[in-house]
């Protein structure tokens, strides 16, 4: 562990990641030891879930400077806040936090000479070596690094920013490998404590997420990611996972935060779409128990119904989390946006309305989107609504280029997306999208949890042949009347294939697909409906004529809208019928 447990890692790389030297004896009076540093952090953790935030950064902050835990749980509190607001100052906030964070780990980690640190790289450093101290340092200072890479990520644009993370997470991932290996080399100990626990809880949560996550990985990228010494190993991951889950550390909620994520919004945004539901209710069950008026426990449990298609209660439950806490309006930002997607399923177009409004004026998370789903919705509404709202669509759309920003020097897919769509509007001759809220639902899997309320979904097709009609009847057809024409059958497809109806959804399919040629801007249409109609194969069990269309979709197209995406969703349905990524290109 001496190779990676020196912060030699960083150097070279300016002054700010240069550590002090670990201190031969830590002066009694800013000694905390990890027994007393764990009961404080405990009661930290459930103030906060108890939506208590600026008390729980009160009881850390004091000794976050002289204890791993207390520095570990006062940056990680700083870092969530960052990620949701996404303001520039909050998240200069959380680096700096984690940056001292990360100094104070260094001070308790092992200190090695020059010759050990070389010998390391040949031989791993044996338990015996490592003291009780010394093994949480590494798992806490694996766990601040990563957090800091997460933040650095998406600070700016700059290209050496991106790589210091990328280092950062790999050297992450290296301390928690070995720190796995202590954990297999110790399993047979009788004198395991109450703080042995506690580590083993860090190291399920750092190998179970990176495994997850890793195996979440298109397999071109995953097997490059291999053969640099990561692991992608989807049923170790949610094993390692789900036992710190059950577990009664510290890191017990976060590697159950980390599977309701995976459940309630990985699955079905870059997966197929199905999500286990009865383990992400089993998992959430204690701490609604425990935590009845937490915000987060509360966002989680209406997510759920959501997912369900139970819309009402779900909406119920947002209103409730949203009224049980003032201190973090981020949470209310996330309500809302789940908000104005529920009001968008039952096609309650005035309250979505309501929801992308209020999104675009209170949160930076993505302006572009917000702006874009705002003027969207509006486009749903009857003309006399549209009047009472006294918004300008156009003008809103003409403003989506300008809000558009970029992470780690890249632009996000889906503000790319509804930058390029909303380019309709910037000529003096604007030609008005077709059903752009519906589309957009597509575009984040919403069909599937319509798809549960065969009512709502019956709504959907009424609205979506309606449309179809009034464009058949037009006289004049724009140069944009193919791309919609499809995607409306792209759309009309999905709401017959959850209704049932098989063949008329796979007619509607093959429209899209034998209209290829004639498609001049939406070049997204054909991979994603191949994928979908492969999807359809796969429902009726014809699995060889599943494949033959996903991967046809996979391996012909390419520089399309939402590409990373489909290939995401590709990985998962190929995965979920067993073909493994070596035998796909």
Request: glycine share 6%; proline share 2%; charged share 25%.
């Amino acid at each position: 562990m001496a190779s990676v447990g020196n912060g030699t890692e960083e150097s070279g790389g300016g002054g700010e990641e240069n550590f002090e030297d670990a201190y031969e004896n830590i002066p009694m009076a800013s000694k905390m030891d990890i027994k007393c540093a764990l009961e404080e952090c405990s009661m930290a953790l459930n103030l906060f879930l108890n939506n208590k935030f600026s008390e729980a950064l009160e009881i850390l902050r004091p000794w976050s400077k002289d204890s791993m835990y207390h520095a570990l749980g006062y940056s990680t509190i700083l870092v969530m806040q960052a990620a949701m607001t996404f303001e520039q100052q909050d998240i200069q906030m959380g680096i700096s936090a984690m940056k001292e964070a990360l100094q104070t780990c260094q001070r308790f980690r092992k200190r090695s000479t020059v010759v050990e640190s070389l010998s390391s790289l040949v031989s791993k450093q044996s338990v015996d070596q490592l003291s009780e101290e010394e093994m949480h340092a590494e798992i806490c200072y694996a766990e601040c690094l990563l957090q800091k890479a997460g933040l650095i990520f998406v600070q700016d644009e700059n290209m050496i920013n991106f790589i210091k993370g990328g280092l950062k997470i790999r050297t992450s991932y290296q301390i928690y490998k070995e720190c796995h290996q202590v954990l297999q080399m110790t399993q047979g100990n009788k004198s395991k404590n109450e703080t042995y626990y506690q580590f083993e809880g860090g190291v399920k949560l750092g190998i179970g997420a990176f495994n997850l996550m890793l195996s979440l990985l298109p397999g071109r990228i995953l097997r490059l990611l291999e053969f640099i010494g990561f692991s992608g190993n989807r049923e170790l991951g949610l094993s390692q996972l789900r036992e710190g889950a059950s577990g009664s550390s510290l890191r017990a909620i976060l590697c159950t935060f980390t599977l309701l994520v995976y459940h309630t919004y990985i699955s079905l945004i870059l997966g197929t779409g199905e999500a286990n539901f009865q383990e992400a209710d089993s998992l959430l069950e204690p701490y609604l128990q425990k935590f009845p008026n937490g915000s987060i426990i509360l966002f989680y449990a209406a997510r759920i119904d959501t997912l369900k298609g139970n819309l009402e209660k779900a909406q119920l439950r947002f209103q409730e989390c949203i009224t049980a806490q003032e201190q973090w309006k981020q949470i209310h930002h996330l309500c809302y946006w789940e908000l104005m997607w529920c009001y968008t399923f039952q096609q309650n177009w005035l309250q979505a309305y309501r929801y992308a409004d209020l999104l675009s004026k209170e949160s930076r998370w993505s302006k572009a989107i917000y702006v874009f789903q705002k003027a969207a919705i509006l486009c749903m509404l009857p003309e006399d609504d549209l009047k009472r709202a006294g918004e300008d669509v156009v003008s809103l759309f003409r403003q989506v280029e300008g809000l558009k920003q970029r992470i780690s020097g890249k632009s996000i897919p889906t503000e790319k997306f509804a930058v390029r769509k909303a380019r309709r509007y910037a000529s003096p001759q604007p030609v008005k999208l077709i059903l752009p809220a519906l589309e957009m639902m597509y575009v984040w899997n919403g069909f599937a949890i319509v798809g549960k309320r065969a009512d709502l979904t019956e709504n959907l097709l009424v609205t979506i042949e309606k449309e179809e009609a009034a464009l058949e009847n037009e006289t004049n057809h724009s140069e944009y009347y193919v791309d919609d024409v499809c995607m409306l059958q792209l759309l009309k497809g999905l709401c017959l294939k959850y209704l049932g109806r098989l063949m008329q959804a796979e007619l509607c399919f093959n429209k899209v697909i034998q209209s290829e040629k004639q498609i001049k801007y939406d070049s997204y249409l054909v991979p994603f409906t191949l994928y979908e109609l492969g999807l359809l194969y796969k429902q009726q069990d014809e699995r060889e004529k599943a494949i033959r269309y996903i991967e046809t979709a996979k391996n012909n197209y390419k520089e399309y809208s939402m590409e990373s995406r489909l290939h995401f969703r590709i990985h998962a349905a190929l995965d979920s019928m067993n073909v493994s990524s070596a035998s796909t290109p």
